[in-house]
């Protein structure tokens, strides 16, 4: 029985629709039919075909790993938590189950983690397979396109929940559409003062339609010890959340902080990234790494924001059918989106 996929075809840009074989399930995996997918940044990177996805991705693969979609059929039973018709979401980071980490349930801390449409067949296609042990469960309160998005929402709730932000003042740089999350989700738990720095117009724009109470700066124009005079703050940022992968917007994150602040780094910083290390040092600052969700602790905590109030609906700036998926990566490329959906189902 074939399929329709999107696919890298060969070691060069762009991406291609083909008819593929719908895949055959092993022992642990669930065929699941994809009803919405959401374009990722690496996706974006497959597409470009950058130096990272000449590194990692074997042509012919299908690419996607952010998606919503139905089980139709189960090999194996998973603790009898999933059944045929249930709609599920998944974790996007398949791990060994045997290292260290994993065995003692830190398993988004396996150093042998696989991505889902970068290291195996992903899922832009109307069916993918997926390991019973990554599916996530949609609660039916949460509208079903939501949970094509959890993926980043997962990024930016483990940055942003990494530390305690009730009552403090949290300096974002980068709004793009994980910034804009990270966001939203600090206002939702109580922060005080959310100052989100780009250095683009439009996604400053769409920060503010998500999450009015932000205070979005552009840095080109503004600097960030006149914005922390205007809003009251006298000693710095508590809490600094890098998401631009920006060294320049970095910097100034160490130039913001309060003594004793804590960073938490999502955004991907080059391999020439400089820093003074005696700001880190005089400023007794904390630096922590971030990848991926928590597994599956960060899905469980998305689950409640969104089911107690937190709205990040604004952030899907697009939707298409996937045969026009070319239309959204444009979007995407153009730098003028949030995310942009691609539909399997009508
Ligand atoms: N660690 C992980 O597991 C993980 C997972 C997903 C994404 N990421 C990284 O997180 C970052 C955010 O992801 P995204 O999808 O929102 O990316 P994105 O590229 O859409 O957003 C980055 C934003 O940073 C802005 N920016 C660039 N220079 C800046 C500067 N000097 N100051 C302030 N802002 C600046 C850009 O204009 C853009 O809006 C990216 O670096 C991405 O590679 C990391
Ligand atoms: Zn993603
Ligand atoms: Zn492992």
């Given at each position: 029985m074939k399929m329709d996929a999107i696919i890298?075809?060969?070691?060069?840009?762009?991406?291609?629709?083909v008819q593929k074989d719908i895949p055959i399930l092993s022992d642990g995996e669930a065929l699941v039919k994809i009803h919405h997918s959401a374009i990722c940044g690496t996706d974006v990177h497959i597409y470009n075909w950058d130096e990272w996805s000449q590194k990692t991705i074997k042509p012919g693969m299908t690419i996607g790993h952010e998606f919503v979609g139905e089980i139709v059929e189960i090999k194996g039973a998973f603790n009898n938590a999933f059944k045929v018709g249930d709609i599920v979401s998944a974790e996007g980071h398949v791990t060994c189950?045997?290292?260290?980490?994993c065995r003692a349930g830190r398993r988004h801390l396996c150093p042998n983690?696989?991505?889902i449409g970068v290291n195996?067949?992903?899922?832009?296609?109307?069916y993918a397979s997926v390991p019973t042990s990554n599916l996530w469960l949609c609660d039916k309160s949460i509208p079903k396109k939501m949970y094509a998005i959890f993926d980043p929402l997962g990024n930016a709730a483990h940055t942003a929940l990494k530390y305690n932000m009730v009552g403090e003042d949290v300096l974002i740089t980068g709004a793009g559409p994980i910034g804009i999350m990270a966001a939203a989700i600090c206002r939702h738990v109580g922060a005080k003062n959310v100052?989100?720095?780009d250095i683009s117009d439009y996604r400053l724009e769409l920060a503010k339609k998500v999450c009015p109470s932000v205070v979005a700066v552009n840095t080109l124009n503004k600097r960030l010890k006149d914005i922390q005079k205007e809003i009251g703050m006298l000693e710095g940022f508590d809490i600094g959340l890098e998401m631009s992968g920006s060294n320049i917007a970095f910097n100034e994150m160490l130039d913001n902080m309060i003594m004793g602040g804590k960073i938490a780094m999502l955004g991907l910083q080059g391999p020439n990234t400089k820093i003074d290390w005696n700001?880190?040092?005089?400023?007794?600052?904390t630096i922590k790494g971030?990848?991926?969700?928590?597994?599956?602790?960060?899905?469980h905590k998305m689950t409640a924001m969104l089911k107690s109030g937190l709205d990040?609906?604004?952030?899907i700036t697009g939707e298409y059918d996937y045969h026009d998926f070319e239309k959204g990566f444009e979007a995407m490329n153009s730098g003028k989106s949030g995310k942009i959906i691609l539909n399997w189902v009508k």
């Open positions: 890298k075809p060969s070691a060069q840009a762009g991406l291609e629709l189950g045997v290292c260290r980490n983690t696989k991505g195996r067949d992903g899922i832009f296609a109307q100052v989100l720095t700001k880190v040092i005089f400023g007794m600052l971030i990848y991926g969700r928590e597994v599956f602790e960060t899905w990040i609906s604004a952030i």
